[in-house]
T-cell receptor
Framework: AQSVTQLDSQVPVFEEAPVELRCNYSSSVSVYLFWYVQYPNQGLQLLLKYLSGSTLVKGINGFEAEFNKSQTSFHLRKPSVHISDTAEYFCVQSGGSYIPTFGRGTSLIVHP | EAQVTQNPRYLITVTGKKLTVTCSQNMNHEYMSWYRQDPGLGLRQIYYSMNVEVTDKGDVPEGYKVSRKEKRNFPLILESPSPNQTSLYFC????????????FGNGTRLTVT
């Protein structure tokens, strides 16, 4: 069975600082990886996805993630965060049986 | 506009009173699913459907029912709600295929007293 581990439940950071949200996935024959963001009182929306090809994936709002097969990681990064990036972030893996597997989420808290 | 629409957004009910949360998508997606979100537990899948008349249990199906009579609609039914079903619920849909991203509704916050 797939499992997705988000290593930090909460990440506090100051505005304009860089941030990395960590995610480890299960090794599998086919791996598709997604990051979703959930702003307060809203549903989840897609930030970025890795399906194949380049291991560096760029998403919306200046976020990017790097697929690392040897370390089974898909960490999300942003070089300079804003207050508006305060949200819950979910790493999701699918492939094989298709049913997506969610990590437990990381709460990014950006302080002024 | 492509969207997943859930209703209602907020619902307060009492133990044992049957309720239905509706979910509709306008993207002709084959796959639809229901999740509940609880603090510290992330999103857990309740039920999913791969197409009309095809549904299957997710990780936490007890106390819930679903139906998929039409492609666009996937209602979640609580026949006899209990306080432990107080949660935030999300409906999602996608094209069939594990490389397709999910589209989420805005959520339904359910309180069972």
């Amino acid at each position: 069975a797939q499992s997705v581990t988000q290593l930090d439940s909460q990440v506090p950071v100051f505005e304009e600082a860089p941030v990395e949200l960590r995610c480890n996935y299960s090794s599998s024959v086919s791996v598709y990886l997604f990051w979703y963001v959930q702003y307060p009182n809203q549903g989840l929306q897609l930030l970025l996805k890795y399906l194949s090809g380049s291991t560096l994936v760029k998403g919306i709002n200046g976020f990017e993630a790097e697929f690392n097969k040897s370390q089974t990681s898909f960490h999300l990064r942003k070089p300079s965060v804003h207050i508006s990036d305060t949200a819950e972030y979910f790493c999701v893996q699918s492939g094989g049986s298709y049913i997506p597997t969610f990590g437990r989420g990381t709460s990014l808290i950006v302080h002024p | 506009e492509a969207q997943v629409t859930q209703n209602p957004r907020y619902l307060i009910t009492v133990t044992g009173k049957k309720l239905t949360v509706t979910c509709s998508q306008n993207m002709n997606h084959e796959y639809m699913s229901w999740y509940r979100q609880d603090p510290g537990l992330g999103l857990r899948q309740i039920y999913y459907s791969m197409n009309v008349e095809v549904t299957d249990k997710g990780d936490v199906p007890e106390g819930y029912k679903v139906s998929r009579k039409e492609k666009r609609n996937f209602p979640l039914i609580l026949e006899s709600p209990s306080p432990n079903q107080t949660s935030l619920y999300f409906c999602a849909s996608s094209l069939w295929g594990s490389n397709s991203p999910l589209h989420f509704g805005n959520g339904t916050r359910l309180t069972v007293t």
